[in-house]
């Protein structure tokens, strides 16, 4: 795990106080960004959000589906929690804090906003940092791949009508046009871009491997290494949008700083609580905990990056639902490196690695 991976919390805090402050002392500044929409996307968030998707969709090989029956309960589970339950928890602890709990703190439009925001990410399980958490749990590198790949596609057909439906349970309008695009530039363009720049780097080695005075490197070390390259736009991309969005926000935050740890409270308790169903139930089937490990870790993490695209689209900058999301990004990685460390100490609650 990189030095970003790991202090990415700190990284995400010291942005979220950059954006603070330059929004409250250049908000005509942000506003000339704000103004950038095209379809209700904003493109200069809409570049940056591709600086962060596109690298991630080049690791996923989606040759490797054909694997997909070698590890068929684990991948069961994996679908189970990410699209029949997970976004149903999600949504269900959103009304109970924000319209129940909390009610007496938040207007009823904003906490509309909180939901809608805590639904995106729970209809969007994890494709990038599920990686680093399989590989510190010592995970079936395959199997963390196939459950990656198959969610991706199922998440070009299930993201849209699933979050359009709690949506619509949440007593918020939702514009189908805008979803659809949002998924289409969000998910399937990348996911494309990305495979075709896998197909093209594979190319690449097989031409050099075909020329006999020249050492090639292996198809996925040009790939590995290419990745490696984008990665520092990556890390831009993210912290460039979550100043952006706490900058369009400024003044809601310090008017309300409270607002960030009421959005958090339902978010861990939704994070642990994923985790512990899954687990439970890996236990349970006796799945190895190689396998295990990344199962319940896919299912707790969220691919948040998508999940702000979408509520800045759906419901604008300055929204609730884009902070909600954004919270998600500065809790998530404190809260799964303990789960990191709890299921690494709890190994030999599972049977042997199968070979």
Known sequence: MGLF???LSVWVAVSIA????LGSFFPDVFAVVAGFEYAHVNLVVAVLIWLMIYPMMIQI???????VGRKPKGLALTLVINWLVKPFTMAALGWLFFKGLFADWVDPQTANEYIAGMILLGVAPCTAMVFVWSQLTKGDANYTLVQVSVNDIIMIFAFA???ALLLGMSDIQVP???LIISVVLYVLLPLVAGAMTRSWLNKRHDNTANNLNSSADNGEVRIARFVAALKPWSIIGLLATVVLLFGFQAQTILDKPQMIVLIAIPLL???YG?????YYVAKRMRLPHNVAAPASMIGSSNFFELAVAVAISLFGLHSGAALATVVGVLV???VMLSLVYFANRTKAWFPAQQA
Do not use: C, H, N
């Not at 950059?18 to 402050?21: E, L, M, N, Q, S």
């Not at 090989?61 to 694997?67: A, Q, R």
């Not at 994923?274 to 899954?278: C, D, E, G, K, S």
């Open 332 to 334: 998530e990685v404190p």
């Open 176 to 178: 189908w046009e805008t």
């Open 5 to 7: 991976e790991r202090y």
């Open 61 to 67: 090989d989606f040759s490797s589906i054909k694997d």
């Open 269 to 271: 308790l939704q994070t």
């Open 18 to 21: 950059a954006g603070v402050i």
């Open 274 to 278: 994923i985790f512990a169903i899954t």
């Open 161 to 163: 009508p699933i979050s």
